[in-house]
């Protein structure tokens, strides 16, 4: 059974760049067909995904957020990272990571809360 | 691009049947799905497409999706079920999310 695990910095700085990374056990990030993806949900608010990695290395990212996002991918680790950039007040979330398996998400990580704030 | 929406909230009472409904343009031509979120917990998907169930999810939970509108069926709703359920679909290589529905069994 696959299983994901958000890491980093639970607060950030505004204009400071939010990095996180999920790592995947129970199955190889580079087997299978499978995007993997973030998704964040800001408090009392509803889901956004933030984009995926596929596990060839190509990306796609919301377009609401692309001039922001980075997400790259570590396979020797078994692991995948989000970068956002220039972050505000606004981009305080719990942030998920998930495999995508087609057009669903099946597996999450527990989440991982993120603050903005100076 | 791609929107789709859900109704804020939705009540029901115990042992009866819960009606969730989440629509976009065009809905049937794609595939859609359903979360329940429970306070401090991360999203589960209870129907993928359309209206299959994962394993592991009750036969209570059900699914439709037909024309711009689709909805998950609850039957005869337990305490156990009150949760906030999002529908998603894909469409043009992104996920889109509904905005949710709180769903209260009172």
């Known amino acids: 059974q696959v299983q994901l695990q958000e890491s980093g910095p639970g607060l950030v700085k505004p204009s400071q760049t939010l990095s996180l990374t999920c790592t995947v056990s129970?199955?190889?990030?580079?087997?299978?067909?499978?995007?993997w993806s973030w998704i964040r949900q800001p408090p009392g608010k509803g889901l956004e995904w933030i984009g995926y990695i596929y596990y060839r290395g190509s990306t796609y990212y919301n377009p609401s957020l692309k001039s922001r996002v980075t997400i790259s991918v570590d396979t020797s680790k078994n692991q995948f990272s989000l970068n956002l950039s220039s972050v505000t007040a606004a981009d305080t979330a719990v942030y998920y990571c998930?495999?995508?398996?087609?057009?669903?998400?099946?597996?999450w990580g527990q989440g991982t809360l993120v603050t903005v704030s100076s | 691009s791609y929107e789709l929406t859900q109704p804020p909230s939705v009540s029901v009472s115990p042992g009866q049947t819960a009606s969730i409904i989440c629509s976009g343009d065009?809905?049937?031509?794609?595939?859609a799905c359903w979360y329940q979120q429970k306070p401090g917990q991360s999203p589960v998907l209870v129907i993928y497409q359309n209206s299959k169930r994962p394993s592991g999810i009750p036969e209570r939970f059900s699914g439709s999706n037909s024309g711009n509108t689709a909805t998950l069926t609850i039957s005869g709703t337990q305490a156990m079920d009150e949760a906030d359920y999002y529908c998603q679909a894909w469409d043009s290589s992104t996920w889109v999310f509904g905005g949710g529905t709180k769903l209260t069994v009172l």
């Open positions: 998930a495999r995508g398996d087609a057009e669903y998400f099946q597996h």
């Open positions: 065009k809905l049937g031509d794609k595939y």
């Open positions: 129970g199955g190889s990030i580079s087997s299978g067909d499978y995007y």
